[in-house]
C-alpha cells in the first residue's frame, strides 16, 4: 500500500528556507482545484481574496467578506491532503482591533480549517499579528503590493521603488519577524529589495512579481492556467491555456446539441451497463 504522505506544517517552512529548498504556493478557491494542485505537491495553497476578481467577478479585493473567506476555506481544505492551507484575512477583518482580528481568524480556523492567516500591511497591523500568534493562530505577512490598499496606491503598482521606500518595507518586514509571522509575502517590488529582505530574515520569503531570490513564489491558480479572462500581470507565467479549451468543449458540445448529435441514439447494448 502506498505510504501516506506527510502534512506540511508551519515550521516545515522554516526548515525548507534553512536547507535551501524552494517553496511552491498557489491559490486555489474550491475542492477540485485544490485536489489537482495538491496532488500536484505544491507545498502551500492560498485560499487568497483575490477569489473576489478571479471567481466572484469584482473589479478589487475589497468586497470579500469573513463569510465568503470562510466557505472557500472549507471547500479547498476537503481537497487537501498534504499541502499547507492559508486563508487570506479579508478587508476590515484584521484592521479595526486585535481582538476583532483574533474572533476572525478563529473562525477561518475553526469552521474553515485552514492552517493559518495571512495578513496585508506591517507596522499598522503588527498589534493584531502580534496577538494572533501569541494565542497559537500562524501568521503570514504580505508587504510590497498590497491589493487591499488599491485605492490608496492609485492602482496595482510596483512598489518599493525607491531606497526610502525599500527602507520603510525592510521595517516592515522585520517588525513582522519579530511579531512571529512564520512567512511574508512579497508582492510587486524589484527584485534586489526582495533579495535583501530574504537574505536578512529568517523566515521565509515568497515573491509574486518580485524576481528569483525569494525562498518561494507564489501565483494564482487562474493566471497560471490561462482560466481567467482579465488582464494578467506581465510576472506570470501561463503554464496552459485551459480557458480557451474549456471554450472549445463548450461550443463543440452546444453544437452537438442543436445538431442532435448529443445524446447518441440509445444502441441495444449486449455488454453491462455502467
Ligand atoms: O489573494 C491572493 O491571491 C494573494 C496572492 C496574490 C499572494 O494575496
Known amino acids: 500500500m502506498a505510504e501516506a504522505q506527510r502534512r506540511m506544517r508551519v515550521p516545515d517552512l522554516k526548515e525548507m528556507k534553512k536547507r535551501g529548498e ?44 469573513l463569510d465568503a473567506m470562510v466557505h472557500h476555506t472549507k471547500a479547498v ?29 478563529g473562525r477561518i480556523l475553526q469552521e474553515g480549517g485552514a492552517t493559518a492567516v495571512k495578513i496585508e500591511g506591517g507596522r499598522p497591523v503588527i498589534e493584531a499579528v502580534s496577538r494572533l500568534v501569541d494565542i497559537g493562530i500562524p501568521v503570514m505577512g504580505h508587504l510590497g503590493l498590497t491589493p487591499q490598499s488599491v485605492h490608496r496606491l492609485g492602482g496595482y503598482h510596483r512598489q ?17 519577524e519579530a511579531a512571529g509571522a512564520f512567512s511574508i509575502v512579497l508582492e510587486s517590488i524589484p527584485e534586489d529589495v526582495a533579495r535583501r529582505v530574504t537574505d536578512e530574515l529568517s523566515i521565509p520569503t515568497i515573491g509574486i512579481g518580485a524576481g528569483p531570490y525569494c525562498d518561494g513564489q507564489v501565483l494564482v491558480s487562474y493566471d497560471i492556467f490561462g482560466l481567467y479572462e482579465g ?30 448529435r448529443f445524446p447518441a441514439p440509445a444502441v441495444r447494448a449486449t455488454g453491462a451497463a455502467r
Do not use: W
Request: with cysteine.
Open 77 to 105: 481544505c476537503r481537497g487537501v491532503k498534504r499541502a499547507l492551507v492559508v486563508t487570506d484575512m479579508p478587508f476590515l477583518s484584521f484592521q479595526i482591533s486585535a481582538s476583532e482580528a483574533v474572533r476572525n481568524a
Open 231 to 260: 488582464q494578467v500581470p506581465p510576472f506570470v507565467k501561463q503554464y496552459a491555456r485551459l480557458g480557451d479549451q474549456m471554450r472549445a468543449a463548450a461550443e463543440a458540445y452546444a453544437e452537438d446539441v442543436r445538431q442532435g
Open 160 to 176: 518599493a521603488r525607491t531606497e526610502e521606500d525599500a527602507q520603510l518595507l525592510f521595517e516592515d518586514a522585520r517588525a513582522l
Open 22 to 65: 524552494r517553496i511552491a504556493m498557489l491559490t486555489a478557491y474550491d475542492a477540485t482545484m485544490a485536489r489537482l494542485i495538491d496532488r500536484a505537491g505544491i507545498d502551500v495553497i492560498l485560499v487568497g481574496d483575490s477569489v473576489g476578481m478571479v471567481v466572484m467577478g469584482y473589479e478589487t479585493t475589497l468586497p470579500v467578506t
